[in-house]
């Protein structure tokens, strides 16, 4: 059997019933994907784009599975982050939020040499004025100087129209920022959990997005059974699943690996593989 290993789960897989062995050790990264080739949009094309309605967009398991990745993969890269929430002053489109939030996001590209970032957008349910109301949480590695940034965050608001009820109201929950010790796997986790894998809600807008060194982290590692065995000797296995065919054969086994000190420099060569990434993009 082959085993896809990433942090906290290992699944192991038949090749009989999945296929064949992969050909790439690591897995996950954007610097797999091929290429789109650009089709030329006609005049005709550009008419019809705008009169199309906007398909809502959720945050499918997949999704939620990668996004869970990414974010743990960006955590073993770098010794501290923060986690950044944004909210508006008023009601506002999904469509006027993602392009404030975009802007805002450039503006902080420029003003730092190495910014990383992912994002997820969710919906407001404790505000009963913006009820359903779309916000933002991030998670970056950036040093955030509160005042500035809070204020900028405001201000870029007012200049697009999002006004507030009342004219000297500046809440100071409207630029969130709250650090992160990523060495601390169970707390990144835990905000995962909690902003990602329970987000249902649907949007007209863009739900998540990272950085492009980010998307660029593998996250995933083949190896053979002999690397989870190593986990069942430490007693590291939270959970163990099994599934066999019709004939009682086993064809898949998902094991749940509780992340500690002891288990986790058994990813290093995952760590290695994108500090190396990281490391050559700022060469570059």
Not at 98 to 109: Q, S
């Amino acid at each position: 059997m082959i085993v896809k290993n990433t942090y906290g789960s290992s699944v192991a897989f038949s090749t009989k019933q999945y296929g064949r062995i992969p050909k790439h050790e690591f897995t996950g990264s954007a610097l797999q994907r091929q290429k789109p080739v650009k089709k030329k949009d006609t005049k005709a094309k550009k008419k019809e784009s705008k009169g199309k309605v906007t398909k809502e967009r959720t945050l499918s398991p997949r999704s939620k599975r990668k996004i869970r990745k990414k974010i743990t993969c960006f955590a073993r890269c770098y010794k501290r982050l923060s986690f950044v929430t944004l909210t508006f002053l008023n009601k506002v489109s999904d469509e006027q939020a993602i392009n404030l939030l975009r802007k805002f996001v450039d503006n902080a590209k420029k003003r730092s040499d190495d910014f990383q970032y992912v994002w997820v957008a969710e919906r407001q349910t404790k505000n009963d004025v913006f009820e359903g109301n779309v916000h933002f949480h991030m998670i970056t590695n950036k040093y955030w100087k509160i005042d500035k940034w809070w204020n900028y965050w405001i201000d870029l608001q007012e200049k697009n129209g999002i006004k507030a009820r009342d004219k000297d109201y500046r809440p100071s929950s409207a630029f969130d920022v709250r650090q992160l010790n990523s060495k601390n796997i169970r707390s990144i986790a835990s905000y995962v959990t909690k902003y990602v894998t329970k987000n249902d809600s649907s949007f007209k807008c863009q739900v998540w997005n990272c950085s492009k060194r980010i998307s660029e982290l593998y996250t995933d590692f083949y190896t053979t059974t002999e690397f989870t065995d190593q986990f069942k000797k430490m007693g590291a296995v939270l959970k163990e699943i099994e599934i066999k065919d019709q004939n009682k054969h086993p064809f898949l086994n998902i094991k749940m690996i509780n992340l500690n000190r002891q288990t986790l420099p058994m990813y290093k060569r995952l760590d290695d593989k994108n500090q190396k990434i990281l490391s050559d993009s700022i060469l570059k």
